[in-house]
């Protein structure tokens, strides 16, 4: 292909050109997908996530970025299920930490970083988790967090505490280890 057949190439399809790169480096770094999942599958499932990313870097003026959920250093595959997409800011200061390990590290008052919708939504996704496997679901404690739920929900302005998290989390168990 010539240079300006290329060029128009990549910005007629740039969601697919920046899954393909994204490959690319994940591989570059030791990067996995599932077994018996041919590559180009892998990389066509992540073609919207990648769109997602820059429709949100363009809609807010902030970039975002897709990152892995385990890392592939700490042996995450490079499959959708194990991507997110993310503020750069939380991505920078997330590193090589699992989602597990960020929530750990705000309910032990460890994160240095800001509460973002990233947080909030690991906070939710194991809050919910919880609450679901209580046994006991009018107990005060469950209800607490389903209200706590229930605002981060529905009000996109409200923006919790790490103070307010880690209330929530050890007020419906008291020694939390998250799973």
């Given at each position: ?35 018996g999942t ?6 066509t ?7 997602e ?6 809609a ?25 997409v993310?503020?750069r ?30 947080v909030l ?10 609450v679901?496997?209580?046994?006991e679901?009018d107990?005060l404690e469950?209800?607490?967090a389903?209200?706590f ?14 103070e307010?998290?880690?209330a929530?989390?050890?007020?419906l ?7």
């Amino acid at each position: 292909m010539k240079r300006k057949q290329m060029r128009n190439y990549r910005l007629k399809h740039y969601d697919a050109t920046a899954a393909w790169s994204a490959w690319n480096s994940a591989r570059d770094r030791g990067a996995r997908v599932p077994e018996g999942t041919p590559i180009v599958d892998v990389v066509t499932a992540t073609i919207p996530i990648y769109r997602e990313a820059r429709e949100l870097s363009r809609a807010t003026g902030e970039r975002w970025e897709v990152d892995h959920i385990v890392p592939i250093q700490r042996g995450g595959l490079h499959a959708v299920h194990n991507l997110q997409v993310v503020r750069r800011s939380f991505n920078s200061a997330k590193r090589r930490l699992t989602n597990d390990e960020v929530l750990e590290a705000v309910i032990a008052g460890e994160w240095q970083h800001d509460i973002g919708p990233e947080v909030l939504k690991i906070a939710k996704d194991h809050l919910v988790e919880l609450v679901d496997d209580r046994e006991e679901q009018d107990s005060l404690e469950a209800l607490a967090a389903q209200g706590f739920l229930h605002r981060v929900e529905t009000d996109p302005t409200y923006q919790p505490s790490i103070e307010t998290i880690q209330a929530v989390f050890e007020r419906l168990q008291g020694n939390l280890t998250v799973h």
